[in-house]
């Protein structure tokens, strides 16, 4: 059965999630959560949450990158969270998944849409390093998602299908970390997307601000393919959004059929949507209204016309009803739409409902023209009652309890994962008078942990040789309290053991790698002027040799991030496993792989089976965000050959590692991809200037370049085979085409 997965901004969102359909819901806490707008959960939230709803899913979200001094403080924050009720764990870094496999084995591991995976290669790699689930990145079609799930049957699928869409691959966004300092890898997106940029003549227009998806139509297909999960966007957004999109999509998914779910779907997008769109699942070729290029914010429904206007007042034709307060939106037309909102004032002062059909006349603070269309943008009465968390009981975790009976002496021992503590209680006391009394006095001792967020689960062993104790039920209590107190404390001194060896582990491994060749060199050095100006060759058909830097006697190839295999059903072999077999065979120096997706990885692996005579290293680049020493020693345990890491923006703001022998940096004017899209803005005509429209416009092979502006800031558009890279002008003309020695 498939899942329908919906976003927990906040207790009372997951709690309308719930209640209205979703079978889980995923979440983040007040820490390392890549939505830092949102309000979150507190760890007492997350249990009143996991008490009010036993039989949901909790999906915790850790997905943003954690810097070394932070890792400590990550691992102690999941303890508690599973110990609260995580049923998964949605993660972007890869230090954090080895920390949670190392530290809870049995937590299901979800790779995060951070991770931008793709292809079957990257998932497949994903499914190696222990993840159970992928959510798949939103640019993926159908076609690509049926043969990701053709290849990898055991691997669980998660698919978007209603919200906001970046512009960017998600994770490989670097716009709002390299423009405004705020990592959108760590919850502090400035939306670079969504605002306006302008061409030569000063023309303006919101060029890469996409559409919101609604896959409504895709759902039973989703469904056929096998996908186990279908995820709503939307952890900013209010309660009220949270229930309606997913009474709707529950409609859906028990069997509605779409257009008696019309009304449905309308209170859905009243509730938070721009227009909207099929996103990328019709496939390369077929999309339609991915990008608005006139306003970049929400538009609700259609809800009137504009009949005539005078004398302050407008008459209108209504086409939905309208009540007295609703709040309207309507725009006046120019090249970026200029948004007027007002809240429907009547006329007539006893009316305050306008029916659909019906006319009448409304105050607007200017008078727009014949024809304009009026969007219903909220409604008076659409606030839900709150929802209150403390109302909730709190959820205790279960806890293994014995009490043990034996040589006149009471032991207490409870076992939490791999930590055990034991506690002997001297005592004498009189056989008892009634068999089963020292069980029953027992059990409601013991019944709970006091003011510990623990359910005891108890056992009572009697050695056959003692008669039934009496002990009297004060006692035990005291017995009961006293090993709480000693408990809590003995397992928070072991979790802190097994967090610090765990991070002294990672931080040897990490100082113990030798001093590279390549310390002292930037990521400049490894680009070609031939690249176009990015930072990797596009295609590895027709390099050689001589197209690669030569950096200290090694020719250097770093990997573009982003390629769709979609002919690929199967996990065979990476396509670019016999081109670099080619390359080598052809170099007469030793190649330095540089890997920048999960799908890189995959291809490694396959390299390092080939058992080849000729020399390669690898290295890890900006894509795969290397900011902690558990995610290097996650990395270099699965590839020995790993040699050295690119610092991106992340980590050289957090001034890891203090000492560069493992790493490389970027330069200010490094030409690092602010964005990389699938989405093209000559297809979608969002470039300034250029109208409306759909389809292309011209027959540019997959291939053009554009040049736009925003306050004085220059930046190039760079499309190869129809994938578009954004970057700042004054990065793109820094490449270096000088072999360095």
């Given at each position: 059965m498939s899942e329908l997965l919906a976003p927990?901004?906040?207790?009372?969102?997951?709690?309308?999630?719930?209640?209205?359909?979703?079978?889980?819901?995923?979440?983040?806490?007040?820490?390392?959560?890549?939505r830092k707008g949102a309000v979150n959960f507190s760890l007492e939230d997350l249990r009143r949450l996991r008490g009010a709803f036993p039989e949901k899913s909790l999906h915790l979200a850790l997905n943003t990158l954690v810097s070394e001094a932070q890792l400590a403080q990550a691992a102690s924050l999941l303890l508690r969270a599973v110990d609260a009720g995580i049923d998964a764990l949605i993660v972007q870094d890869a230090g954090i998944a080895d920390m949670a496999k190392e530290m809870v084995p049995h937590l299901p591991l979800h790779a995060s849409t951070q991770m931008a995976i793709h292809d079957v290669f990257g998932a497949k790699d994903a499914y190696d390093r222990g993840f159970s689930r992928v959510v798949l990145a939103r640019e993926c079609s159908l076609i690509e998602i049926r043969k990701i799930r053709e290849a990898l049957p055991s691997l669980e699928l998660e698919v978007f299908v209603h919200g906001a869409m970046c512009f960017g691959f998600s994770g490989l966004c670097q716009a709002s970390q390299a423009l405004l300092g705020r990592s959108a890898n760590r919850g502090?997106?400035?939306?670079?997307?969504?605002?306006w940029f302008e061409?030569?003549?000063?023309?303006?227009?919101?060029?890469?601000?996409?559409?919101?998806l609604e896959a409504a139509h895709h759902i039973l297909e989703l469904q056929s393919l096998g996908v186990e999960s279908f995820k709503i966007e939307g952890r900013m957004k209010s309660p009220e959004y949270t229930g309606t999109v997913c009474q709707y999509y529950r409609s859906l998914l028990d069997g509605q059929s779409l257009p008696s779910t019309k009304d449905l779907g309308e209170e859905a997008a009243l509730r938070f949507s721009r227009n909207q769109s099929l996103g990328w699942f019709p496939g390369k070729g077929k999309t339609k209204n991915l990008i608005n290029p006139q306003y970049p914010g929400a538009t609700g429904v259609k809800a009137a016309t504009v009949l005539s206007s005078e004398g302050g007042w407008t008459r209108i034709h209504a086409t939905r009803p309208l009540l007295s307060r609703d709040g309207l939106l309507w725009f006046q037309e120019g090249a970026l739409l200029e948004p007027h909102r007002n809240p429907v004032v009547f006329r007539e002062k006893k009316r305050h409902e306008l029916k659909a059909g019906e006319k009448a006349w409304i105050r607007l603070d200017t008078e727009p023209e014949p024809g304009t269309v009026l969007h219903l943008l909220s409604k008076s009465d659409g606030k839900w009652p709150e929802?209150?968390?403390?109302?909730?009981?709190?959820y205790k975790t279960p806890l293994p309890l014995i009490l043990s009976m034996k040589d006149h002496a009471l032991t207490i021992t409870a076992k939490k994962g791999s930590f055990c503590y034991t506690q002997v209680h001297g005592a004498s006391w009189e056989p008892a008078q009634q068999i089963g009394g020292f069980h029953r006095a027992a059990q409601k001792a013991f019944s709970s942990a006091g003011p510990l967020p623990y359910q005891p689960q108890l056992a009572v062993e009697i050695s056959v040789n003692e008669p039934e104790p009496f002990i009297p039920p004060k006692q035990l209590k005291k017995f009961r309290q006293e090993f709480f107190e000693r408990f809590q404390q003995a397992y928070e001194e072991w979790t802190h053991q097994q967090i610090e060896a765990y991070i002294k582990d990672c931080q040897t491994m990490f100082a113990s790698h030798s001093s590279s060749p390549w310390k002292g060199y930037a990521r400049d050095h490894f680009i070609r002027a031939e690249w176009e100006g990015l930072p990797f060759p596009l295609s590895l058909q027709s390099l050689v040799p001589q197209d690669l830097p030569l950096v200290e006697g090694m020719r250097m190839l770093p990997l573009p991030p982003v390629n769709f295999w979609s002919l690929h059903t199967v996990v065979d072999e990476h396509p670019w496993l016999r081109e670099i077999q080619r390359i080598l065979q052809d170099s007469s120096e030793p190649l330095a792989i540089g890997l920048n997706n999960p799908s890189h990885l995959f291809l490694a692996q396959q390299l390092i089976l080939l058992d080849l005579p000729q020399k390669f290293v690898f290295f890890l680049d900006y894509g795969l965000y290397v900011v902690n020493s558990a995610a290097w020693k996650a990395y270099k345990k699965r590839l020995p050959q790993l040699q050295f890491f690119v610092r991106c923006r992340e980590a050289q703001a957090d001034g890891w590692p203090p000492h560069h022998d493992v790493s490389v940096d970027m330069s200010p004017q490094f030409p690092l991809p602010l964005f990389i899209?699938?989405?093209?803005?000559?297809?979608?005509?969002?470039?300034?200037?250029?109208?409306?429209?759909?389809?292309?416009?011209?027959?540019?092979?997959?291939n053009y370049e554009a040049h736009l502006s925003q306050n004085?800031?220059?930046?190039?558009?760079?499309?190869?085979?129809?994938?578009?890279?954004?970057?700042s002008s004054s990065q793109s003309s820094s490449s270096r085409d000088e072999n360095v020695r």
């Open positions: 927990g901004g906040q207790f009372a969102s997951a709690f309308r999630a719930f209640e209205n359909g979703a079978d889980a819901v995923y979440l983040g806490l007040s820490q390392f959560s890549a502090g997106c400035g939306q670079i997307c969504r605002t061409n030569a003549q000063g023309e303006k227009a919101y060029t890469f601000s996409q559409n919101d929802v209150n968390a403390s109302s909730y009981p709190l899209a699938r989405t093209c803005p000559l297809r979608h005509h969002s470039l300034p200037g250029m109208g409306s429209g759909e389809g292309c416009p011209a027959d540019c092979g997959g004085g800031q220059e930046y190039r558009i760079i499309t190869r085979q129809c994938l578009t890279y954004v970057l």
